[in-house]
């Protein structure tokens, strides 16, 4: 058992490159989630799906897109990155219409010059 | 929508001491839970504790309890005999029922005196 785990863990781009950050569970949680960590600004959600093939936006998804095709996977992307995309990403995951605690993943450094 | 305020962004206390970590909520909610999650240098996402709005009775997992005042919005951390290994940013964090969405506070960071 795995956990929910994150590639890559450290990633550097150039303004305006595309990439997909990956997240994968093996605990069969049907919600899974993206965060944003930023210096004194906490986690804020990104994305976030409620089921394969159900997602939605949370509070900062612009710049981002996220899909849901299997119940284990939910990959971010970004489609043209910004130095303002600098940040560290993690992803979440639980199940669902329970009081269980979220399962985040290790978090992925990305830097964007 | 809910926010979550943590007016202390750092903390620090001797080892053995007891430290109380502060954060307050706005919600117009009455089912909801609040959590602590504790984050040390390895930058992983830990649980500390939660708290079940319904529930009255204050949580505690060993050295870790909690202050939960419904009517004053507050959701404070107690640490009680600090060690070493706690050091670490503690967020708080909420939650509505029935949904998973979690609002975080910005953290504070705690730092353990030896």
């Known amino acids: 058992n795995a956990g929910v785990t994150q590639t890559p863990k450290f990633q550097v781009l150039k303004t305006g490159q595309s990439m997909t950050l990956q997240c994968a569970q093996d605990?069969?949680?049907?919600?899974m989630s993206w965060y944003r960590q930023d210096p004194g600004m906490g986690l804020r959600l990104i994305h976030y799906?409620?089921?394969?093939?159900?997602?939605d936006q949370g509070e900062v998804p612009n710049g981002y897109n996220v899909s849901r095709s299997t119940t284990e996977d939910f990959p971010l992307r970004l489609l043209s990155a910004a130095p303002s995309q600098t940040s560290v990403y993690f992803c979440?995951?639980?199940?669902?219409?329970?009081?269980?605690?979220?399962?985040f993943g290790p978090g992925t450094r990305l830097t964007v010059t | 929508a809910q926010t979550v305020t943590q007016s202390q962004p750092e903390m620090s206390v001797q080892e053995a001491e007891t430290v109380t970590l502060s954060c307050t909520y706005d919600?117009?909610?009455?089912?909801?839970?609040l959590f602590w999650y504790k984050q040390p240098p390895s930058r992983q996402m830990i649980l500390v504790i939660r708290?079940?709005?319904?529930?009255?009775q204050n949580a505690t997992e060993n050295r870790f309890s909690v202050n939960f005042q419904k009517a004053a919005k507050s959701f404070s951390l107690k640490i009680s005999d600090s060690q070493l290994g706690d050091a670490a940013m503690y967020f708080c964090a909420y939650r509505n029922f029935g949904n998973e969405k979690l609002t975080f506070g910005t953290g504070t960071r705690l730092t353990i005196i030896p």
């Open positions: 708290q079940e709005a319904y529930k009255q």
């Open positions: 919600t117009s909610e009455s089912d909801y839970y």
């Open positions: 799906s409620v089921g394969a093939g159900i997602t």
């Open positions: 979440a995951s639980t199940l669902s219409g329970r009081a269980d605690e979220q399962y």
């Open positions: 605990m069969n949680h049907e919600y």
